[in-house]
């Protein structure tokens, strides 16, 4: 089967429930074994159908909307609360009028600066400030970037440092060795392990408590012992992070935000 057909194909949906029109986003998916609904951080509602489904009589319409329908107390009150959060964010002022974005959990005011005289590089330095910490960025004369893109780059440096400590230490006990870390900026999952042993992880994730980072990166250690999320996973994730579910719950809870931090 070629790469192209084993892609979802996606489509913009209207179906009409008891509490007003809902827009949604359909994918039929070659991949997918059953219909099934998520809630995503900046798409919205994403419904997916397997594409080979036999729905029978009145077809998919009918079949989204009763599923839909039996979910809808739940799908509002989700919108509802992520459209008041991006309103929030919205409302923030920008970076270099001292946003407040968070850095190991911990909410940390930003302060851009021209550099020193003599300071020919653009550097970030973490301080401590009256009422907050604050990342304190000073601009070299040469530096072109804005202040989002010089933040982001020493995010991923720390976050590249510190995913790879944790890594070492779960992976050392659990007598595992990835074939490769890399560091991404992904919006569907913090983490992923492929069959081949090679790790990534998103950088956001040094913005999150240390101990939301250190589960994610104990649950992909752990797929390189066990590939796939079956009791005998997680019972040995919960080995490595006793409290991995909570952390899950505050990844998925906070997730607008993280992604948001630099908008």
Not at 53 to 64: E, K, P, Q
Not at 100 to 114: I, Q, S
Not at 233 to 243: H, I, K, N
Request: charged share 30%; hydrophobic share 40%.
């Amino acid at each position: 089967m070629s790469r192209a057909a084993t892609q979802p194909i996606e489509t913009d949906e209207v179906v009409r429930l008891s509490g007003g029109d809902l827009p949604y986003t359909l994918r039929r998916s070659p991949r997918a074994r059953r219909l099934r609904v998520v809630i995503h951080p900046e798409r919205g509602v994403v419904v997916t159908l397997p594409a080979a489904a036999r729905l029978g009589r009145g077809g998919a319409d009918r079949v989204i909307r009763e599923f839909l329908g039996e979910r809808e107390p739940w799908l509002r009150r989700h919108l509802n609360r992520q459209a008041a959060t991006r309103a929030r964010l919205d409302d923030r002022p920008p970076l270099e009028d001292g946003r407040l974005v968070p850095y190991l959990g911990a909410p940390h005011r930003v302060r851009v600066v021209v550099a020193p005289a003599g300071v020919r590089a653009t550097r970030v330095s973490r301080v401590g400030g009256d009422d907050l910490d604050e990342l304190l960025v000073e601009v070299g004369p040469r530096d072109g970037r804005d202040a989002a893109d010089i933040l982001e780059a020493w995010f991923r440096e720390r976050a590249r440092v510190a995913l790879g400590a944790a890594v070492e230490r779960h992976a050392l006990a659990l007598s595992v060795s990835p074939s490769s870390i890399t560091i991404r900026d992904t919006t569907s999952r913090w983490g992923s392990c492929s069959r081949r042993g090679a790790l990534s992880f998103s950088w956001r994730l040094v913005l999150a408590p240390p101990g939301a980072l250190d589960s994610v990166a104990a649950h992909e250690a752990c797929h390189l012992r066990v590939f796939g999320h079956g009791p005998k996973f997680w019972a040995l994730l919960e080995t490595r992070v006793p409290d991995y579910v909570a952390w899950r719950r505050w990844l998925k809870r906070h997730a607008p935000e993280l992604h948001a931090a630099l908008d």
